[in-house]
């Protein structure tokens, strides 16, 4: 496939995701395309549906209806839910990536700050330790942790340092999506603004496509090119991110943007 | 002349369904042309919808009804019923917007601010921040201030980074919400000279300029929203 084929082709494809917990609804009916490069934020208060979403997309949930396809490097499509075990953990280490809101549930916390970046290179293959290292310390450099802590415990770290860590453990083995679940929530805001810009960064420089689901709209403006607001397990309004912000037209969308404060 | 950017039969309206659904209107049927190498103004008295008919050219509004076609690489793309991803593309190379306000992420030097337009093309750090540079010079922005994040700015700072943000990619169409607003006189006439250069090198031109004198400085015609109004 040529590069222009390959940007017309959708990277991921959710078709009619539906995903209850016995009678409660999680997500229903969901349906969208997700294009190289392009970063979706996902919106919608607590309990909306969003994170059960972003489990199913990922594949860590399995949906009660519905596919989702995924383009590998190969232009091939692959159903998320029905590829082989091993052929799905492989995607995880290698293609895909996930940012867990709690960095504790993303790294391993009595592991090295350098081990957990180089365990995800070894899980995709690498062998040699002195290049392991040598790009652990290369992406401590690049998410702004300081490559002095390279053989320290995580626990040892700040809440900022634990979370851009996690996003060096992810990004380390150069991934093509990457799903991320409240990256900046729990963080001060100047922490914030910081993994914010960071992020920004990663994800131009490296062309990356991304899902992030947020509650916090100006993170959404800032990350997302696309936007999709869901309430009660469905997306009720979906568009370009500064027109759902700036003219919204359903009604919840409304109510959620003029609820925000501007300091 | 080349026409760049067209409206036909244009519609806006404001629902607000947490006010009692009530509906705002604000125009209806609005036709308008804008030609490569002219200056328009948008005139009217405030409320009138200035800044909404811009933003609906900029995709940032939605369209009730009608069509808004902008030259984009040769086609005709219509903003009303585009996809995202077509706007996105159609923001990056074509149609450029200069708001009254600078939005930016927060610790980004203003260096940055003003290349990343160029960068989001594709062009090489170096040398967006070259051009970047260039366009800062231009508008008088002092150079002790190019490495500084704009958030702690006066307004007429933040705003010629916004200007020197706008101008940098060359947009075919550009859109322009009170480009001088908060500028002294050296410094508006600073931004005059980008708006003659744009018109020279064959762009078009949309503006709201409150300044009579700016307005009859650059613009060539007016364009009166006044007439397509729809009352409440």
């Known amino acids: 496939m040529t590069e222009q084929e390959n940007l017309q082709t959708p990277l991921l494809s959710a078709q009619s995701v539906t995903k209850t917990y016995g009678p409660h609804l999680g997500c229903s009916d969901i349906s969208f395309d997700l294009y190289p490069g392009e970063v979706i934020g996902i919106v919608g208060e607590s309990g909306s549906g969003k994170t059960t979403l972003l489990n199913c997309l990922a594949g860590r949930l399995t949906p009660d209806t519905g596919a989702i396809f995924y383009t590998d490097r190969l232009g091939s499509a692959l159903n998320v839910h029905t590829v082989s075990e091993p052929q799905r953990r492989m995607l995880m280490r290698t293609d895909w990536a996930f940012v867990h809101q709690h960095a504790r549930d993303g790294l391993r916390m009595t592991v090295s700050a350098g081990g957990n970046v180089g ?24 998410t702004e942790v300081d490559t002095s802590r390279i053989d320290d415990r995580p626990d040892t770290f700040s809440g900022g340092m634990q979370q851009r860590l996690q996003i060096a453990r992810n990004l380390v083995t ?31 420089e490296m062309g990356l496509s991304a899902i992030i689901v947020t509650h916090d709209l100006a993170v959404a403006r800032l990350l997302s090119h696309r936007l999709m607001v869901m309430r009660r397990g469905q997306v009720v309004e979906t568009g370009l991110t500064d027109q759902v912000l700036d003219d919204p037209q359903d009604a919840y969308t409304q109510l959620l943007v003029s609820s925000v404060l501007h300091p | 002349m080349t026409e760049l950017l067209r409206l036909t039969d244009v519609e806006k309206s404001f629902t607000l369904h947490n006010q009692d659904g009530i509906t705002l209107p604000v125009f209806k049927g609005l036709n308008m042309q804008a030609h490569a190498g002219e200056c328009v103004a948008l005139a ?5 919808g200035k800044s909404t008919l811009m933003r609906m ?28 991803r077509d706007i996105l593309q159609v923001r990056r190379w074509t149609l450029g917007y200069i708001s009254q306000f600078l939005r930016v992420v927060p610790r980004v030097s203003t260096l940055n601010v ?17 051009q970047a540079a260039e366009m800062l010079t231009k508008v008088n922005l002092p ?38 607003a908060s500028l002294d006189k050296v410094n508006r006439e600073a931004v005059l000279d980008l708006i003659r250069a744009s018109k020279a090198a064959g762009r078009a031109l949309v503006g709201i300029f409150h300044d009579a004198d700016t307005r009859s400085a650059v613009c060539d015609r007016e364009f009166s929203i006044e007439e397509f109004k729809v009352s409440a």
């Not at chain 1, 899980?123 to 690049?142: C, F, M, S, T, V």
């Not at chain 1, 100047?190 to 960064?201: F, H, I, P, T, Y």
């Not at chain 2, 960068?119 to 070259?130: K, L, M, S």
Request: net charge negative.
């Open chain 2, 114 to 130: 003003v290349a990343e337009p160029l960068i989001a093309r594709g062009v090489d750090g170096a040398t967006a921040r070259d």
């Open chain 2, 143 to 180: 150079q002790s201030l190019w490495h500084l994040a704009p958030a702690t700015f006066s307004g007429g700072e933040q705003q010629r980074v916004n200007i020197a943000r706008g101008f940098v990619a060359d947009y075919p169409i550009m859109l322009l919400d009170e480009p001088t």
């Open chain 2, 57 to 84: 050219i900029y995709g940032n509004y939605l369209c009730q009804g009608g069509k808004v076609e902008v030259l984009h690489d040769g086609h005709w793309i219509d903003i009303a019923k585009a996809n995202a």
């Open chain 1, 119 to 142: 365990e995800r290179l070894m899980a995709g293959g690498a062998r040699h330790y002195g290049n392991i290292r040598e790009q652990a310390l290369d992406w401590l450099e690049k």
């Open chain 1, 174 to 204: 150069g991934p093509r999506l990457v799903f991320m679940d409240e990256p900046t929530g729990g963080l001060d805001v100047s922490v914030q603004a910081r993994l914010l810009d960071l992020l920004r960064g990663l994800v131009a």
């Open chain 2, 44 to 48: 009217g008295p405030s409320g009138m």
